[in-house]
């Protein structure tokens, strides 16, 4: 693994990069208005009815976007199936394309296919499959810019980087960010994403069972149930204890009185006067503020890295490289 300081300087470059694409962002709100105006409507109505029929993949659908635009940015590449040359290429692909949520995605893709072949993007897709996936669950609505193009160039080297800095402390993590351009309050409310979705057993097993710090030791009984000493790795436990379904502020809540459910999440909040403890208090307090610096930080994660104008592409089916024209690859061959 990289050390954080070459992590500190890769991300000064990919500082570079979010301002660069700030600079000449060619996204705007209507730019499929006229090419396919009917794109917004009809990804609103596939993820009400997928987020109707399953609440539990709300979370999923809303992450998909951020792990894409974080891991070497929004290029639509976190949904490239791994297929031969490419693991070496993009090993997004590799990690992260069997998760929950892709067949939405897919399903959506060949919508649109059909209503406006080769226009919308895979990267605009998922940034406003994570708008809709947050909305429907009771969350904040924005607009979202568009005209984001898809690509396969994430690095290898952005991905370990980045990674490394997940898996550091809260400090790491607020530095880290901050390079990229979000306050510590953004950063604080990004994390308030944990207000849905589930955790793996195997990501809170030792916090429950051993180290027992900071945390509420009922809940962590309670826990114990389904997240045994000894095996139910995959067994998962809700992020937000009491409102997992509904995007609100009770995460923030819950913090305060220890029912943080990974060590990650805890650290926010420490009642010892910690770093981003009055953060966690202001947005427990206050969901409406909660909502307006989350929609801004999202907005941001949306912007870093994209691609524009006549680079990349638009892909016909967002597994597969290329425009997945048969014919085109033929005649190459020729
Ligand atoms: C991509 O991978 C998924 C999961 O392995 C598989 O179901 C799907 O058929 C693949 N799609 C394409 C176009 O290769
Ligand atoms: C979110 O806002 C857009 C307009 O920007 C609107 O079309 C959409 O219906 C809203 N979504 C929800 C769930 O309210
Ligand atoms: C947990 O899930 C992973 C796939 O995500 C699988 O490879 C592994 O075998 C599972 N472990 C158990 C104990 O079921």
């Keep these: 693994m990289a050390s954080s ?12 990069c979010v301002l660069l694409g700030t600079a000449f962002a060619q996204l705007s709100e209507d730019y499929y208005s006229s090419s396919c105006p009917q794109a917004l409507s009809i990804i609103e109505s596939e993820i009400k009815s997928a987020i109707s029929k399953d609440t539990y993949l709300g979370a999923p659908l809303m992450k998909i976007h951020v792990k894409d635009c974080l891991f070497g940015g929004c290029d639509g590449s976190i949904m490239l199936n791994e297929t031969g040359s490419f693991i070496a290429g993009n090993p997004k692909a590799k990690n992260f394309n069997t998760e929950t949520g892709y067949e939405v995605i897919d399903g959506i893709k060949a919508r649109l296919e059909k209503e406006c072949p080769g226009v919308v993007s895979c990267a605009d897709i998922l940034a406003v499959v994570a708008r809709d996936a ?5 969350g904040p609505n924005w607009t979202v810019p568009l005209g984001r193009r ?5 690095l290898k080297v952005q991905l370990d980087s980045i990674a490394g800095i997940l898996l550091g402390d809260l400090d790491t993590k607020i530095a880290a960010f901050n390079v990229l351009g979000f306050t ?11 207000t849905v979705g589930r955790a793996r057993c195997m990501f809170y097993k030792k916090r429950i069972h051993d180290e027992k710090v900071d945390i509420d030791p009922k809940y962590a009984e309670a826990l114990q149930a389904n997240c045994p000493a000894i095996g139910g790795e995959n067994n998962t436990a809700s992020l937000d204890t009491t409102t997992p379904y509904v995007f609100d502020n009770a995460y923030f809540t819950n913090l305060i009185n220890k029912k943080g459910l990974l060590e990650s999440d805890q650290e926010l909040y420490t009642g010892k006067r910690g770093k981003t403890d009055s953060i966690v208090q202001s947005f427990s307090s206050n969901k409406e503020l909660f909502f307006e610096v989350f929609s801004k930080a999202f907005l941001k994660v949306g912007n870093m890295q994209i691609v524009t104008g006549t680079n990349g592409e638009v892909r016909k089916n967002c597994r597969v490289k290329g425009n997945n024209n048969v014919l085109q690859g033929l005649t190459d061959r020729l």
Excluded: I, P, T
Aim: net charge negative; with cysteine; proline share 0%.
């Design 134 to 138: 947050v909305a429907k669950l009771g």
């Design 150 to 154: 898809d690509s396969d160039q994430a």
């Design 184 to 194: 510590k309050d953004e950063y604080v409310a990004l994390q308030g994403g944990h």
């Design 5 to 16: 300081s070459s992590n500190m300087r890769l991300l000064q470059w990919c500082l570079f």
